[in-house]
């Protein structure tokens, strides 16, 4: 069986909680690290087998120093089936919220944007396939484990999926810096597939084109642009404070 490497306690956190098989878990020797020997323990309660390492052999298993003690070895990532997903969304009493990702290519950026949608009460993440990040270690500790807390959909097209997406009922919002009206201006309180674009050239065109609104947040200082993720975010939440009034 294909296996993967998780690193950082958030991630592996989340992993030992969720329905990933876990294979071993390698902790560091030194220091008393209460949340890494709670996280020992969890694994030992599920069989899995603890291995105490020093340092440096936690960051050759992690091939990253940034591993904060724990590496844990589990079955690859398995990604959500759209239709299934669809199902399962529409059979549940609320509206659907989704996020739908353009190109995302920096695995910080995605890992922030999969954490902030979980983080706002999204049911779904969905990227496409091709010209884009998909799930990898470094975008599980990106994301403090919240990869393990929601669906992630990777499709092949994103503008059939759009499509889709609408008639299962979703408006489908873009988030574009030259949009006219702004994310405070736009009512999301219904079905909703929030559109966010990759770092550098946004939206593409045809995709744009299969939206039903642009939004844009608004700039008071002389930088003209967010960071992708950050504009993903502050979008998310002014949906989700909408979306939780009366």
Same mark, same amino acid.
């Given at each position: 069986?294909?296996?993967?490497?998780?690193?950082?306690?958030? $991630?592996?956190?989340?992993?030992?909680?969720?329905?990933?098989?876990?294979?071993?878990?390698?902790?560091?020797?030194?220091? +008393?690290?209460?949340?890494?020997?709670?996280?020992?323990?969890?694994?030992?309660?599920?069989?899995?087998?603890?291995?105490?390492?020093?340092?440096?052999?936690?960051?050759?298993?992690? &091939?990253? +120093?940034?591993?904060? &003690?724990?590496?844990?070895?589990?079955? $690859?990532?398995?990604? %959500?089936?759209?239709?299934?997903?669809?199902?399962?969304?529409?059979?549940?009493?609320?509206?659907?919220?989704?996020?739908?990702?353009?190109?995302? @290519?920096?695995? @910080?950026?995605?890992?922030?944007?999969?954490?902030?949608?979980? /983080?706002?009460?999204?049911?779904?993440?969905?990227?496409?396939?091709? !010209?884009? /990040?998909?799930?990898?270690?470094?975008?599980?500790?990106?994301?403090?484990?919240?990869?393990?807390?929601? +669906?992630?959909?990777?499709?092949?097209?994103?503008? @059939?999926?759009?499509?889709?997406?609408?008639?299962?009922? /979703?408006?489908?919002?873009?988030?574009?810096?030259?949009?006219?009206?702004?994310?405070?201006?736009?009512?999301?309180?219904?079905?909703? %597939?929030?559109?966010?674009?990759?770092?550098?050239?946004?939206?593409?065109?045809?995709?744009?084109?299969? /939206?039903?609104?642009?939004?844009?947040? +608004?700039?008071?200082?002389?930088?003209?642009?967010?960071?992708?993720?950050?504009?993903?975010?502050? %979008?998310?939440?002014?949906?989700? !404070?909408?979306?939780?009034?009366?």
């Amino acid at each position: 069986m294909k296996q993967e490497i998780l690193f950082g306690i958030n $991630p592996v956190r989340e992993a030992l909680r969720g329905n990933r098989k876990a294979f071993e878990l390698f902790v560091q020797q030194a220091g +008393p690290d209460q949340r890494i020997a709670k996280l020992a323990a969890m694994a030992e309660e599920q069989g899995i087998a603890v291995h105490r390492r020093e340092r440096a052999d936690l960051e050759r298993l992690a &091939g990253n +120093p940034h591993h904060q &003690g724990v590496v844990l070895r589990v079955a $690859p990532f398995v990604y %959500a089936e759209l239709e299934t997903f669809l199902i399962e969304a529409q059979q549940s009493d609320q509206k659907l919220f989704v996020l739908v990702l353009d190109g995302i @290519q920096d695995p @910080q950026n995605l890992g922030a944007l999969i954490r902030s949608a979980a /983080c706002a009460g999204l049911q779904g993440v969905i990227i496409p396939k091709d !010209r884009a /990040c998909g799930i990898t270690p470094v975008v599980e500790k990106a994301s403090a484990g919240a990869v393990e807390t929601i +669906p992630v959909i990777q499709v092949t097209n994103l503008v @059939q999926t759009l499509e889709r997406l609408k008639q299962a009922g /979703c408006w489908v919002f873009g988030l574009t810096g030259d949009a006219r009206q702004t994310i405070y201006q736009a009512d999301y309180r219904g079905n909703l %597939a929030l559109v966010v674009g990759s770092e550098g050239d946004g939206i593409r065109p045809l995709v744009r084109k299969h /939206c039903d609104l642009l939004v844009s947040i +608004p700039h008071y200082g002389g930088v003209s642009s967010l960071n992708a993720s950050v504009a993903g975010g502050v %979008a998310l939440f002014e949906a989700a !404070r909408q979306r939780s009034l009366p």
